[in-house]
């Protein structure tokens, strides 16, 4: 059974961070993809990040580059999300997918396959 399971959200006042995680199963790892996505409510959900479980190559929307940094432990098919200096506009329920890699548009919710329940993170101004 594939298992996507988020981890590390919460309250956080703007400027501060939080580290996510995805813990994967049910699949071959370093076969996909592992993408973050967020959801504000009334809007939608939209293409954070994403790392090739492979060989490590990195996707950032512009909103994350320069503030996120998303990595890889493969002994522990997990994935994290570092989220520096947040602003209120990061609140939004965060959620892991999981797609076969390469995908052609790493950003976009219809190149993956699987996804986890979401994480809520809300910044605080």
């Known amino acids: 059974e594939v298992q996507l399971v988020e981890s590390g959200g919460g309250l956080v006042q703007a400027g501060g961070s939080l580290r996510l995680s995805c813990a994967a199963s049910?699949?071959?790892?370093?076969?996909?993809?592992i993408g973050w996505f967020r959801q504000a409510p009334g809007k939608e959900r939209e293409g954070v990040s994403c790392?090739?479980?492979?060989?490590?190559?990195?996707y950032y929307a512009d909103s994350a580059k320069g503030r996120f940094t998303i990595s890889s432990d493969n002994a522990k098919n997990t994935v994290y999300l570092q989220m520096n200096s947040l602003k209120p506009e990061d609140t939004a329920v965060y959620y892991c997918?999981?797609?076969?890699?390469?995908?052609?548009?790493?950003?976009?919710?219809?190149?993956?396959?699987?996804w986890g329940q979401g994480t809520q993170v809300t910044v605080s101004s």
């Open positions: 997918a999981a797609g076969t890699y390469p995908l052609q548009a790493p950003g976009h919710r219809y190149e993956y396959d699987y």
């Open positions: 049910g699949f071959t790892f370093d076969d996909y993809a």
């Open positions: 790392i090739s479980a492979s060989d490590g190559s990195t």
